[in-house]
Every structure is written in structure tokens, then in C-alpha cells.
């Protein structure tokens, strides 16, 4: 019976297990989809932007889908302790707990350390981590603000090793030197060399600082020799901002500032200069030297400076297409008088991709044009300081007070010389730069780009008839017009490929350039008239002798640089890098014997952070240890003639009478030299990167040393030898060697306050180590001849092997005798109180800085930000020129004095020679720049953010300088010196707003 019963029931219990189960199931599902909901929402960018293409992954299913073009998402969520998680490239992962909300709007925040961790080498980009040179990114928020007429001037501070000296005139661009001086030439030979998104040797006038997204600063030769003949003073590579991909965007960026004097040279005023010379038995000035007043002719030549800046740019992009426009304009009135700079700048671009994106191609076009409206600074810049205060601008006429038999340092009218005499200059630059680029196979790309830049130059200048400068000459006109351009074509082949633990990088290319400059002509005529047309029409000029007329020697000249390169880069395991490069570079611009040169280049680099023992120490994030050496170049700075036998008119060359005709005489003005090469500088730099407590502290240690060799200068030779009495040759080697410490730290981070700060220190040692090379040899190079009262003969440094560039040769200052008149020690170890001979004088001291430094702090808290930038140098010496020459009690009755003078005795006739005396100190510490900003992002669709936000610069200075400012011009053969030339630095407050649609 049992048997037969579970016969019987024996199904039937089975299946009834089978539908308690599927009830169960049924119920289960049906829980669970009542659970289900749809979630949506927006996600945006920090700027309240859409951002198109996050990862919107629900956690419990494992399911994702993408952002559309208007950052929107809808996604199936299982309940209410679901997650989202959004993930974005450059962008800090976010998850999101839904609890009961239907709509997630989520703003994704820039991944501060993935950005940074791609820099910009030559001929590609490389992950931070994979670096083995010395390189230095800065982007673009962590640029300087303020009124900033260069590019350049975004880095100031913000790069160990790199040296920026600016003055406040806006017409004269900041001198930058990297890791210290490694030429004997001025100009363009001192300064890195610019690559402009792709394009080398582009001008960096073509830039609206609010265009630019990075700029990398390749520092050692290991980085820099894949750029050769051009790259010994460093590399500066500047990427332009692009649109993210899905997104359209406006942008309207904008300041006004005002500008005043930060400091001006104390002199008397005329009452003081008065009593001065009454206290010191002088005669009663004349009255053409002292009609009762009390000027100040600093204020006078000076005025409050008023600056703006107006950025408007649109950027896009699709799936296979890129493209945007900008507008800049900027207007800085200088603090002087009818000086100022105004430039506006048009950019335009489209990159498309083609089948499957295997192909892309863009074509950029920028011009920029500039005005700039100038003074006779070498007349005016003395002339403020050192003009009788006794005397007033205008006589009862309303014309202009001269007195034209007066001698002494500043004997004509200050505003007399600005507003009779001016400069106006129109420069016009056009760049159009193309390129194509095509994915051959798997990893191999083969890259193809080309330029043109054309640079128009006008100079104009003009004297009144009432020019103190051009007594008597009716009006002096002078007019140049010259045009620039240069042709660059670069195609190269990119390897890319990983082979399990190995990844290889392969890069070979060609270059060719081509630079045309000097194409134009230059006249200047006398006599005109009236002054109402000024320079506009020279053929109303009535010369009264040839000689009047003078024509600009100009000439034209080509010049082509034709080069190969390549570079292979190989890693292994994540762990060992090793990178090596060579260029071959050809340029016309050298002798015959040496056109072609060679630089090779290589580093090695170890990840001590990936090797297992250090994750036994897990307070270190990062480790990384480099080292690198390579050769590079300069060649900047020379024409197709350098080496070249030049004919033309001789120095001092008068015209002269041929078979009754008046000629030009025609001589040799350059001798060739078929043996002349380009500067090479040898750099070997060994860095450590290291990181700490999960990259919180971060930073990077460099020691490098810096030789360069074949340094060029003109020497003087004998004219039985060469047709010229100059030669231009390769004479001496220098050397640098230094290190640079850089600290970033987040010392405070939480969900409404964040702080960031950076330091960075650089000491660097300079010197000469010879001036001989084969059967050219010099003992030394005296420079810096400065001039002065019975002085002008004399030189101020002297360049000297064991010395460093800018040493200082001067006469020994040893204190005041019984009657108050300076002494001097003579090279015999005598003590004279008149002036002694050049033969006295003694090398003390030099103008390079033994230390140079920068701290940056950024402050963030909800809407609010404030960062500031502190930076200075320290253990530099600078020359006082103007400070000795304005100290002369005995001419008090031609010129005006400081009040420093009234210090001294009347009967000090030697106040005033230029000895180590007026060898101050240049270490200074400026609190350089701070803006606090506010970021509104309105929840409307027509406005995305805006910011506002104050600025200062030059807030304050602290130094023990007794001139303007120690910030002197640090570039050239003569660093260190002010010497009557110095234009006022300026302190700065601006109010900007930037708004993005």
C-alpha cells in the first residue's frame, strides 16, 4: 500500500514542489521589477558645459550606456541602493548612490594628475610617467594673470631654471634664460626656441594667452636635440586649447586695468636744488636755468596706464571633425607718455577625419597685427631724471623751454623730447600651417605638415621742427618697410607598437626651411615745410645736402636649413626606459666647411616604484630616476651672410666725387669665414621624480651641467690678413652647472576646501672657460661701456675665462678722505682722490643670481578661489649706472642730483665715477601676482559659468636696491646693469570676467 500511494502521490508532490518554485520566482520578479525604475540626467563639465561620451554604468547589473551630445543618460536601476558610477577620460571617476531620486545631474571634475601626466615632446607626446628627460608642463590654469603684453610672461615663476626679466615698457619683450647663459651674442641668440602646435620657429606674437592650453618647456639637451641647431637655449612647445569631442562652445573672456608707477627715483625739487646750491656758496642760477619753478619732470613724462583685454572664442567638435575661431584684442597704454601697445589677433581652424578616422586633415590660419607707439627713451628716460627742476616745460608763448648751451647729462626739455619725437610701428604677421596625417598599418602613422609665415614690418619715426634733437633741420623723417617670411615643410613616420612587456617607439622624419628676411628698404630725409603730414609723404622733404639723405644698408638674405632626424624609444616591464635621438641639420648660414652638424642624444630612465620590494613601503607613490645626455645647437640670430665676404659702404665712408658724379665708396664690411660653425652645447642632467602619501607631495630634483662650446663672437684682426678689421668666429666654451628642486603639495583637500601650492628653486653657477680656438685666440672681452662724465671710454665688465658672463670690472671705491672726496685704490695698492686709470681697475663680483625661485599657492573653497605667486632671486650683483651719474654735487647747477646726494660733500669732485660703490645688491623677493576669483554657475542653458575675478601684480617688493627695480635685463653680454635706460615697472589691478555659453 505505501508503495502504491507514493505511486500514486509521487508525481503530484513533485510538481507541486515545481509550482511553489515558480510561484516564488513569479513573486521575486515581480518585487524586484517593481523595484526597477528608469533614472535619467546631465552631466556637465566644471564649466557647466555638457560633456557628451561618459560611461554610465549601473553597478548591480553591470549594464552601461553613453552621455549624448547634450550630456544627457538614461539608465535601468534595480532600487534605491543602486550606484551609478561615471567614468570620462581627464575626468575624476564619481559614483552615486540614486536612493529615491529619478534624476542624477552629475558635474565631472578634471583630473588634475591624469592631464598633467602628458606632455609635449618633439614630434609627439609621451605619458609623465615615461619622461626620461627634463621637462616642464604648465597648463593653462595654472598660468600667470594680469597684464601680460607675451606668452612668455604666463611662465614667470612658474619653471625651475627659467629666468624672466621684464621692465614695464609694453613695446619691449621679456629676456628669458634657460638654465643660465650659454651665448656670447644678444637678440635672438639668448632666447629658447618656440614650437607653436607643430610649427617650429613660429613667432609667439601669433598667441592670445587665452587660446593656450599648455605650455612644455624642454630643459636638458636629451629633450631638446631632436629640434638640433635651434635648441640650445631650450625648447618652448605651446599647445593651443581644442573643443572635447561632442561639444560646442563659446567663450568670452575679458579685463580692464589700470597701471601706475611702482617706484621712481628720488631727486630734489626745485626749491631743494635751490637751497642746496645757496648752502654750497654756488651763484644764483640764470634765468634761463631758473625762472621759480619746482617740476617734476618724472611726473610729467608719466601717467596712469589704462589696459584691456577682450577674448571671444568658438570651438566644436563631432565625431570626425574639430573646428574653431577666436578674436583677441589688447590694449596696454604704457605708463610713459605716448608709448602703448594694441594688437588683435585672428585664429581660425578645422581638423576632419576621414575613413574610419585613418585619415586626418586640418589646416589652421592666425594673424596677428600690432601697433606700437614709442618715445626716444635714450633721450627721455635720462632726461626725466636729471633735468633742472628749477625750470618749467613751456616759456609765456606756449612753446617748448630750451636752453641749448647748457651741457651736462640731460640738457633738453623731457616733454619736449616726447611729444617732438615718436615711433610708430605696424607689424603684421600671417600664419597658415596644414597638415596631414595618415594610420598606414597597426601602429605606424606617417605625418605630413607645412607653413608659411609672412611678416610685414613698418617703422616709422618722425622729429617735429621743434626738436631739440634736429636743431634747425625742418623736420627729420624716417620710413622702413621689410618684409619676413620663412616656409617650413616637416613629414615624418611614428611607430607605435606593445609586444607584451615591451613597448617601442619609433620616429623618423625630414624638415626643410626656408627664411627670407630683409626684403624691403629704408630712407631717411630732413626739411620739410610744415610737420603736419610728418612721415606720410617724403617728396615734400627739402634736403639741402646729399648727405641728408640716408638709405638703410639692408639687404636681403635667404637662408635654408635642411635636416633629418630620428628617435627610438623602448620600455620594458613598465620599469626601464631608455630613449636615444639623432638630428643632421645643413644650414647656409655657416661656412663651407662646416654647413652640416650632427647632434645625438640619449637617456635612460628606471620606475623604482614598480620594483616589488617598494611595496613594502607604501608612504612612496612614485619613484623615478633619469639621466640623459645630448648635444644641441644655435644657429639663431644669423642670415645667409654670416660667413659670407660682404662689400658695401665702409664704416665712416663718405660719398665722394667719381669722373663728376657723387658716389658711394665701396669696400669689404664682413670678411668670409668658410670654417665658421654653430654653438653646441653638451648637457648631462641626472633627476629624480618622486612621489608621497598617494602623491600629495610630489616634485622633482635635476643636477645638470651645461657646456657649450665654438661660442661666437667678432674679435678684431690684423688687415693684412683679412680684407676687414672684424672676423666673425668661434672663439671659447662656457659652462653652467646647476640644480633645480621643485615641491607640489595638496596640503589640505576635503569636499569644500582645497590648497595647492608649489615651490621651485634653482642654483645655477656660470662660467667662461676659454676665449681661444686654434689660432684665434683672446685674452678677454671688455664690454659694457657706459659712458658718463669723462668716462667713455671706460668698460664696466669684462668677459674673461674663469670668470662668470657679466663680471664686473671696477674701480675700487675705498671710502671719503679728510676733505670728503671719494679715493680709490690703484692696482699698485695706492689710494688716489682723483681719477684713476683703466689699468685700476679690479674684477670683483658678477651679475648672475646664485639662486632663483618661485611659490605658488592656489586656494579653492565652494565658489571661491585665490591663488598667489611669490618669486625673486638672491646673491646677484647689479650696476647702479644711474645712480652714480645722477650723484654729481659739482654739476648740481646743470642737472638736478638725488637726494641721496645731500650726503655727500660739494667738494666731492669724484662722487660720480662708476666704481664697485654703486655695486648693489639685486636679491629681491616680490609678491608677484594674486587674484581671487568667484565662479557662478547659473542653471540656465544660455549661460554655463561665469567667473570674476581681481588681480594684482607687483604687489609688493622687498630688496635693498636703491634704483626703479632689481628686475634688470639679465640677457646679452652685459647683465646686471642700469645705466639711465631703465623704463619705471609698474604695478597693476585688474578686474576680468570670464563667461562661457
Known amino acids: 500500500m505505501e508503495k502504491h500511494y507514493r505511486s500514486i502521490f509521487g508525481p503530484l508532490h513533485r510538481s507541486g514542489k515545481s509550482i511553489c518554485l515558480f510561484m516564488l520566482m513569479l513573486l521575486a520578479s515581480s518585487i524586484a521589477f517593481a523595484q526597477q525604475r528608469v533614472v535619467k540626467g546631465t552631466v556637465t563639465d566644471e564649466s557647466n558645459l555638457p560633456l557628451p561620451g561618459v560611461v554610465v554604468t549601473v553597478q548591480s547589473s553591470g549594464k552601461a550606456t553613453s552621455t549624448n551630445a547634450n550630456g544627457g543618460y538614461q539608465v535601468t536601476v534595480s532600487g534605491a541602493g543602486d ?3 561615471f567614468t570620462f577620460v581627464g575626468s575624476v571617476t564619481k559614483q552615486v548612490t540614486i536612493a529615491e531620486k529619478n534624476v542624477v545631474n552629475v558635474t565631472m571634475v578634471t583630473d588634475t594628475k591624469q592631464l598633467k601626466d602628458v606632455v609635449v615632446i618633439g614630434y609627439g607626446t609621451a605619458s609623465r610617467k615615461d619622461v626620461t628627460g627634463a621637462i616642464t608642463s604648465v597648463k593653462a590654469e595654472e598660468f600667470n594673470n594680469g597684464v601680460l603684453t607675451t606668452p612668455a610672461e604666463l611662465l614667470q615663476g612658474k619653471v625651475a631654471g627659467l629666468n624672466i626679466t621684464k621692465s614695464g615698457d609694453p613695446n619691449k619683450p621679456p629676456a628669458a634664460i634657460l638654465r643660465g647663459p650659454s651665448t656670447l651674442r644678444d637678440g635672438a641668440a639668448i632666447q629658447p ?5 607643430g610649427v617650429p620657429g613660429a613667432s609667439i606674437d601669433l598667441l592670445a594667452p587665452a587660446d593656450i592650453e599648455s605650455i612644455d618647456v624642454l630643459k636638458d639637451a636629451s629633450s631638446t636635440a631632436i629640434y638640433g641647431s635651434r635648441a640650445a637655449n631650450g625648447v618652448i612647445i605651446v599647445t593651443t586649447k581644442r573643443a572635447k569631442a561632442g561639444q560646442t562652445r563659446l567663450t568670452y573672456s575679458a579685463y580692464a586695468a589700470v597701471e601706475n608707477v611702482s617706484k621712481n627715483i628720488d631727486v630734489l625739487t626745485g626749491d631743494e636744488l635751490r637751497k642746496y646750491l645757496t648752502d654750497n656758496g654756488v651763484a644764483k642760477l640764470s634765468a634761463a636755468d631758473d625762472d621759480g619753478s619746482n617740476t617734476n619732470w618724472q611726473k610729467l613724462a608719466e601717467r596712469t596706464g589704462y589696459s584691456q583685454n577682450h577674448n571671444l572664442s568658438y570651438a566644436g567638435a563631432s565625431n570626425n571633425a574639430e573646428y574653431g575661431a577666436s578674436v583677441n584684442y589688447m ?17 581660425g581652424y578645422i581638423n576632419q577625419r576621414f575613413f574610419n578616422d585613418r585619415l586626418k586633415l586640418g589646416i589652421t590660419l592666425t594673424n596677428s597685427a600690432t601697433k606700437n607707439n614709442d618715445i626716444f627713451q635714450a633721450q627721455v628716460l635720462p632726461g626725466i631724471l636729471f633735468y633742472l627742476p628749477t625750470v618749467g616745460p613751456y616759456n609765456a608763448d606756449g612753446t617748448y623751454k630750451e636752453n641749448y648751451s647748457r651741457t651736462g647729462s640731460g640738457p633738453l626739455n623731457p616733454l619736449s623730447l616726447i611729444n617732438n619725437n615718436f615711433t610708430k610701428t605696424e607689424n603684421n604677421k600671417t600664419l597658415i600651417n596644414g597638415f596631414a596625417s595618415l594610420d598606414i598599418l597597426k601602429g605606424l602613422k606617417f605625418t605630413v605638415s607645412g607653413s608659411t609665415q609672412k611678416e610685414q614690418n613698418n617703422v616709422n619715426t618722425y622729429s617735429t621742427s621743434q626738436s631739440g634733437i634736429y636743431v634747425n633741420a625742418g623736420g627729420v623723417a624716417v620710413r622702413s618697410a621689410y618684409t619676413n617670411t620663412s616656409n617650413v615643410l616637416e613629414a615624418y613616420f611614428n611607430y607605435d607598437r606593445n609586444f607584451g612587456q ?14 627670407r628676411t630683409g626684403d624691403g628698404f629704408g630712407v631717411q630725409t630732413q626739411g620739410f615745410s610744415n610737420d603736419y603730414l610728418t612721415y606720410n609723404f617724403l617728396a615734400l622733404s627739402n634736403p639741402t645736402q646729399l ?9 636681403i638674405s635667404t637662408l635654408r636649413l635642411i635636416s633629418f632626424y630620428g628617435r627610438a624609444q623602448y620600455q620594458f616591464a613598465d620599469k626601464y626606459l631608455l630613449q636615444a635621438s639623432l638630428r643632421e641639420d645643413g644650414s647656409s648660414a655657416f661656412g663651407l666647411n662646416h654647413r652640416h652638424g650632427y647632434f645625438p642624444a640619449a637617456s635612460a630612465g628606471w620606475k623604482i616604484i614598480n620594483e616589488d620590494f617598494m611595496k613594502a613601503v607604501p608612504a612612496i607613490s612614485d619613484l623615478k630616476l633619469r639621466a640623459g645626455y645630448g648635444v644641441s645647437g644655435n644657429s639663431l640670430g644669423f642670415d645667409a651672410f654670416t660667413a659670407q665676404l660682404i662689400y658695401g659702404v665702409p664704416p665712416g665712408g663718405g660719398k665722394f666725387l667719381s669722373n663728376g658724379n657723387i658716389v658711394n665708396p665701396i669696400g669689404p664690411v664682413r670678411n668670409p669665414n668658410p670654417d665658421l660653425k654653430w654653438e653646441s652645447t653638451a648637457t648631462t642632467n641626472i633627476g629624480l621624480d618622486f612621489g608621497l602619501f598617494n602623491n600629495r607631495l610630489t616634485g622633482s630634483v635635476d643636477y645638470y651641467i651645461k657646456k657649450t662650446s665654438d661660442l661666437i663672437t667678432t674679435l678684431q684682426v690684423s688687415t693684412t690678413q683679412y680684407f676687414y678689421q672684424y672676423l666673425t668666429a668661434n672663439v671659447g666654451k662656457m659652462k653652467n652647472t646647476g640644480i633645480e628642486v621643485v615641491i607640489n603639495a595638496v596640503p589640505v583637500k576635503s569636499q ?12 645655477n653657477k656660470n662660467m667662461v672657460e676659454s676665449l681661444s680656438s686654434g689660432n684665434l685666440a683672446l685674452p678677454y672681452i671688455q664690454t659694457a661701456q657706459l659712458g658718463g662724465k669723462g668716462q667713455s671710454g671706460n668698460y664696466s665688465q669684462i668677459i674673461q675665462p674663469g670668470y662668470a658672463l657679466g663680471t664686473f670690472d671696477l674701480w675700487h671705491y675705498t671710502g671719503k678722505n679728510a676733505n670728503g672726496v671719494s679715493t680709490f685704490q690703484k692696482a699698485d695698492g695706492s ?18 643670481p646664485k639662486l632663483i625661485y618661485g611659490w605658488t599657492n592656489s586656494f579653492f573653497y565652494k565658489s571661491f578661489d585665490l591663488n598667489f605667486l611669490v618669486r625673486g632671486v638672491y646673491g646677484n650683483k647689479i650696476l647702479n649706472g644711474t645712480l652714480a651719474s645722477l650723484n654729481n654735487p659739482a654739476d648740481a647747477k646743470l642737472q638736478n642730483i638725488p637726494r641721496f646726494t645731500l650726503g655727500e660733500s660739494f667738494k666731492d669732485i669724484n662722487a660720480y665715477l662708476i666704481s664697485d660703490r654703486f655695486l648693489e645688491s639685486g636679491s629681491y623677493l616680490r609678491m608677484d601676482n594674486a587674484t581671487l576669483g568667484y565662479t557662478i554657475k547659473p542653471h540656465i542653458q544660455a ?13 609688493f617688493i622687498i630688496t635693498k636696491y636703491r634704483g626703479v627695480d632689481p628686475e634688470v635685463n639679465m640677457g646679452g653680454l652685459t647683465p646686471g646693469i642700469d645705466n639711465k635706460d631703465f623704463y619705471p615697472k609698474t604695478r597693476t589691478f585688474s578686474l576680468g570676467l570670464t563667461a562661457s555659453f
Open 83 to 85: 550606484v551609478l558610477k
Open 193 to 197: 626656441f618656440y614650437v607653436i602646435d
Open 331 to 347: 590694449k596696454n597704454n604704457g605708463i610713459l607718455r605716448n608709448t602703448s601697445l594694441e594688437r588683435t589677433i585672428y585664429k
Open 502 to 515: 615591451h613597448s617601442l617607439k619609433l620616429l623618423g622624419g625630414y624638415s626643410y626651411q626656408q627664411d
Open 547 to 555: 648727405s641728408q639723405i640716408v638709405f638703410n644698408p639692408a639687404y
Open 752 to 763: 569644500a576646501f582645497t590648497w595647492r601650492t608649489s615651490f621651485n628653486v634653482t642654483h
Open 831 to 848: 689710494i688716489v682722490a682723483s681719477q684713476p686709470l683703466t689699468t685700476d681697475q679690479f674684477i670683483k663680483y658678477d651679475a648672475q
Open 943 to 955: 549661460i554655463k559659468s561665469l567667473r570674476f575675478y581681481a588681480s594684482g601684480n607687483n604687489i
